[in-house]
């Protein structure tokens, strides 16, 4: 389960701060997809970036708490937390092409994943993408 309860989401420039975000509260349960929708330069990326505790300490401020079951990543170690992101926390970027490693073949990052290949086919079938053995052949890159 994740409990996101963030007061504000600061910008931090010279001897000023700048509320960017504010009052953003939320759950999702286990087994729910969350979806966040806003025009362009509305804060989409800034929020999920507060969210996993990506926004760096010396140019934002993040004030509140979000708990994915049951820890609050936004106070837990940077080591347990890059340990929670790789197993718990995935997202779908906008523009997903110019995130891939271009040099990197697409079985790459399913194998990040850490999760049975039956698993990986429900998701794609799901999102009615092509099978896992079709996006993997031939040596695909993107």
């Given at each position: 389960?994740?409990?996101?309860?963030?007061?504000?989401?600061?910008?931090?420039?010279?001897?000023?701060?700048?509320?960017?975000?504010?009052?953003?509260?939320?759950?999702?349960?286990?087994?729910?997809?969350?979806?966040?929708?806003?025009?362009?330069?509305?804060?989409?990326?800034?929020?999920?970036?507060?969210?996993?505790?990506?926004?760096?300490?010396?140019?934002?401020?993040?004030?509140?708490?979000?708990?994915?079951?049951?820890?609050?990543?936004?106070?837990?170690?940077?080591?347990?937390?890059?340990?929670?992101?790789?197993?718990?926390?995935?997202?779908?970027?906008?523009?997903?092409?110019?995130?891939?490693?271009p040099l990197k073949k697409l079985k790459y990052y399913f194998s990040?994943?850490?999760?049975?290949?039956?698993?990986?086919?429900?998701?794609?079938?799901?999102?009615?993408?092509?099978?896992?053995?079709?996006?993997?052949?031939?040596?695909?890159?993107?």
């Open positions: 389960m994740l409990r996101v309860n963030l007061n504000s989401v600061s910008v931090l420039a010279k001897d000023e701060r700048r509320v960017i975000l504010k009052e953003i509260k939320f759950d999702v349960e286990a087994g729910q997809v969350y979806t966040i929708l806003g025009k362009n330069g509305s804060g989409k990326t800034t929020l999920i970036k507060s969210l996993t505790a990506l926004l760096p300490d010396d140019q934002y401020e993040v004030s509140g708490s979000v708990f994915l079951n049951g820890t609050n990543l936004l106070s837990t170690t940077n080591e347990d937390l890059r340990a929670i992101r790789k197993k718990n926390i995935r997202y779908v970027l906008q523009d997903i092409a110019n995130s891939l490693d990040l994943a850490e999760v049975e290949t039956e698993n990986i086919e429900k998701q794609l079938k799901y999102f009615l993408l092509p099978p896992y053995n079709k996006l993997c052949r031939l040596h695909s890159y993107d």
